[in-house]
């Protein structure tokens, strides 16, 4: 045990501020993790197609669209009467086959790590190694809200892309254990997106314009 040899206040004006050094692997994690903040906060729009596997091995293709903060949309391919669209607030889940509707806070969703500046993932994400140092990795989920779900989002390093970075893709897993694969191509960043590609139309009886 240390002796007391002089008033604290002495002590701590001699003494040099001594911060311990973080370990090399848990330094570039953490440069990595805020790598992939500031391309999140870096994306004011983007616009991509999409091929989208779910658990059973289904896969459908379309178009994404996103506009920070929080708005979202999957236009799946032609004949597929399905809608995901999230307004800022919610994600809605149309599907006008069955006129059925389900809507829920955009942040109790996986996406919310995606779409929400304002998350900060050194809290919400770790690092997963992929082998190939010009893959990246990150999986992120609420570690107070486990029923949220986690999402695993894939960057390639690309200088020529918002912080270095180029979004490949995502692997979501909901509450309910249901897995999704995303992947993108022909990513576009900073295009115009007006409000009103994240308004849907209600198919329920007595439906009405929604989402804007």
Not at 42 to 69: C, E, H, W, Y
Not at 73 to 80: L, P, S, T
Not at 85 to 96: E, P, R, S
């Amino acid at each position: 045990m240390k002796r007391m040899i002089a008033p604290l206040a002495l002590v701590l004006a001699a003494a040099p501020l001594v911060v311990p050094a973080l370990p090399a692997a848990a330094q570039q994690e953490q440069s990595d993790l805020a790598k992939v903040n500031a391309y999140i906060r870096a994306v004011t729009t983007m616009t991509a197609d999409f091929s989208q596997t779910d658990r059973n091995g289904q896969t459908l293709t379309g178009q994404l669209t996103i506009k920070q903060p929080g708005k979202i949309r999957f236009q799946y391919q032609k004949g597929v009467p399905l809608l995901i669209v999230g307004d800022g607030k919610a994600l809605t889940i149309i599907d006008y086959e069955v006129r059925q509707v389900q809507r829920w806070p955009i942040g109790n969703s996986p996406l919310g790590a995606l779409v929400d500046p304002s998350k900060d993932l050194s809290k919400l994400g770790k690092i997963v190694p992929t082998g190939d140092p010009s893959i990246l990795s990150v999986q992120a989920r609420d570690p107070r809200r486990p029923e949220f779900g986690t999402i695993s989002m894939i960057f390639k390093r690309d200088p020529g892309s918002p912080a270095g970075l180029q979004l490949y893709g995502w692997v979501a897993l909901d509450s309910q254990n249901n897995r999704t694969a995303v992947r993108l191509t022909n990513q576009r960043y900073g295009v115009p997106v007006a409000d009103s590609a994240f308004r849907w139309v209600d198919p329920r009886p007595k439906g009405r314009s929604a989402g804007g």
